[in-house]
């Protein structure tokens, strides 16, 4: 006998609705919470600057005010992020020239494909990334947490203009297929956004991600 013409009861069908309900809640949830997640890594530098005297210190944390940091020291603002061709902000200019060239063609195959690159964060000068690193401080709550996102100064790939953040999703998503052929690699894995030049990943492909910055033999440098 054929069971599959049999309709089935009524309660099962209920039973049935009921899974596919909640099904499509738990579906939509975790759509919003990858959006939001998203939105938070490709908004301004981690990574956006507080307003002038908003930086108190946090446990004795922060030893004292830092001045507010401008698009001369490589501050992006939310909305106003350039391309990696748009070399006259310094955020952009003053990336390792290597590096750069190899943003500019990637850039330029991607552009082939309907996608652009946008610099949420480039070159810093020290004021800069010392005010990221006292915010990241206040925003996580101890110095620990903090480096793993932010580094100091002294070890940042940002300052010395090795190291660039880019957005939105569709280039990031374009570059981690991609990427090896210029020798564009992803170092950390708590940061999609943050790439580096790696020469030899052409022929050898991108080496493994390090799990965040603290795990970084410069950071201890």
């Known amino acids: 006998m054929n069971t599959s013409t049999i309709p089935l009861p009524p309660r099962k069908r209920r039973r049935r609705f009921t899974v596919v309900v909640v099904a499509l809640a ?5 759509v919003f919470a990858v959006q ?3 939105s938070a890594a490709f908004a301004d530098v981690p990574r956006g600057l507080p307003s002038p005297g908003s930086g108190q210190a946090a446990a004795g944390e922060i030893t004292g005010p830092v001045s507010a940091p401008s698009e001369a020291d490589g501050v992006i603002r939310d909305g106003d992020q ?3 061709f748009d070399v006259d902000r310094v955020a952009v200019g003053n990336l390792d020239p290597a590096l750069l060239a190899a943003l500019q063609r990637a850039a330029g195959d991607a552009e082939r494909d309907g996608i652009t690159f946008r610099v949420n964060s480039g070159w ?3 004021a800069l990334q010392e005010r990221m690193l006292q915010d990241a401080i ?3 709550g101890s110095e620990a947490e903090a480096r793993r996102w932010v580094a100091t100064p002294e070890t940042s790939e940002h300052v010395t203009g090795d190291a660039v953040d880019l957005g939105p999703f569709p280039a990031l998503d374009w570059l981690a297929q991609r990427g090896w052929r ?3 690699c992803q170092i950390y894995a708590n940061e999609s956004w943050h790439y580096e030049l790696r020469p030899e990943a052409v022929d050898d492909g991108c080496p493994e991600m ?3 910055p603290t795990a970084d033999p410069r950071t201890q440098r």
């Not at 738990?26 to 975790?30: E, K, T």
């Open 26 to 30: 738990l579906a939509v949830i975790v």
């Open 36 to 38: 939001q997640s998203l």
């Open 82 to 84: 350039p391309t990696v």
């Open 124 to 126: 810093r000068t020290p």
């Open 138 to 140: 206040v925003q996580y």
């Open 182 to 184: 210029y020798g564009l």
């Open 210 to 212: 390090l799990p965040d």
